[in-house]
C-alpha cells in the first residue's frame, strides 16, 4: 500500500469561468483549509521527546568531580524527564575522546556531553583536537562551577594577594608555585596570575594535585592554586593560608577570602565548570527542554547541598548564558596558555 504524503496533495484548482453554488464554495472552502492542516498534524503526531532513555558522556574516569556531578543529575534528570539518563565514562587524550564522540553523534538529544571546562577551553588551546567547541557543539546548562583559592605556605609573610605580590617583586625568584601538571588548571591559574601580576616565581610541576598539595603542607613549595576540595580541609592544621579566591564574586564557603578581582587585579576570573551540551544541529526545542529539566533538578530539594558537599556552585544557566561562559573562558584560557609558554602540541 502506498505511503499518504500530505505534503504532495496539491489543493483542487477552481475555473473562474465556472460559477458554483454556495454550497460547493463551502466545501472547496473546508477541503482547501483541511489539506493546509494536514503537515501540521503530522508533525503533532511525531513522538514526543524523550522517547527512550538519555546517555550522559563523561570525559574522565568515574570518582572525580565531573563523574560526580553528571551522576547526581542523571538521577534527578531521569524523574524530571520521566525517561532513564544514564552515565558513560570515555577516558582518554585528557578528556577529547569523549568531546570527539559526542561531537560526531546523531544530533537528536539523546547523546549529551558533561562538558568540564578544560576539555573545551584549555585542551584546544595547548592540543590539536578533533573537535571544535564552538562549531561542534551547541551549550544547554552550566549546571556548576567551582573556583580555585590561592593557598600559601605559612613560612610566606603574606597575609593576602597584595603582600604576595609585593614579597615576589621585592625578591625576584626567589618564590615558587605548584601545580598538577603542565597545562592543568592550577598552573594556567597561577602562570595568567604570575603574567598580570608582573612578578617573577618558578612553576614547580608535579603529577597530579595530591603531591603538589603535599609539598604546599611541608614548606618545599610557597603557592598553589588548588580545589576547595583540596586545601580547605588543611586549614586547620596551620600550615598554610588561604589568601585570594578566582572567582568574580566571593565564595560562600569562604566569605573572608577576597576575590583577586578585587584584590587588585580586576578582571581576573578563572574558574572550572561542568555542563551539559549536545551535538550541533539538536532541536532547539530539545535543548531547550533539557535546559528547563536542569534547572528544575538545581531547584529541587536538597541539589545546592549536595553540590556544595563536592566544592560545587549550583548555577543551571540558559543555553545563551552558557555559551557566552564559553566564549569568555575561551579567550582566558588562550591567554593563559600563552602567559605560561604553552605551545600547541
Known sequence: MKSFDAHSVKP??????????????????????????????ALAQAPAWPNKSVKIVVPFAPGGNTDSIARIMAERLTQTLGQSVVVENKVGAGGGIAAEFVG????????????AMPVMAILP????TNYDPLRDFVPISNVGSN????????????????????????????YNYASGGSGSVSHLSAALFVNRAQ??????????????????????????????????????????????????????????????????FAGFRTVTWNGLMAPTGTPQAVVQRVADAVKEALASEGMTARLQQI???????????????????????????????????
Open 147 to 174: 573556583p580555585f583559592v590561592m593557598g600559601v605556605h605559612k613560612s610566606v609573610p603574606a597575609n593576602n594577594v597584595q603582600e604576595l605580590v609585593a614579597l615576589a617583586r621585592k625578591s625576584p625568584g626567589k
Open 311 to 345: 566544592g560545587v556552585d549550583a548555577i543551571g544557566s540558559t543555553p545563551r548564558e552558557f555559551a557566552d561562559t564559553l566564549r569568555a573562558d575561551i579567550a582566558i584560557w588562550s591567554e593563559a596558555a600563552k602567559a605560561a609558554k604553552l605551545k600547541m602540541e
Open 199 to 264: 612578578i617573577d616565581m618558578t612553576h614547580i610541576s608535579y603529577k597530579g594535585g595530591a603531591p603538589a598539595v603535599t609539598d604546599l603542607l611541608a614548606g618545599n613549595v610557597q603557592m598553589y592554586f588548588g580545589n576547595f576540595s583540596e586545601l580547605v580541609p588543611h586549614l586547620a592544621g596551620g600550615n598554610i593560608r588561604l589568601i585570594g579566591v578566582s572567582s568574580e564574586k566571593r565564595s560562600s564557603q569562604l566569605p573572608q577570602v577576597a576575590t583577586i578581582a578585587e584584590s587588585g
Open 104 to 115: 560526531k553523534a546523531a544530533p537528536d538529544g539523546y547523546t549529551l556531553l558533561m562538558a
Open 12 to 41: 483542487p484548482s477552481i475555473n473562474p469561468s465556472v460559477k458554483l453554488a454556495p454550497s460547493q464554495l463551502r466545501r472547496a472552502a473546508l477541503l482547501v483549509s483541511f489539506l493546509a492542516c494536514l503537515p501540521g498534524m
Open 125 to 128: 588551546a595547548i592540543n590539536k
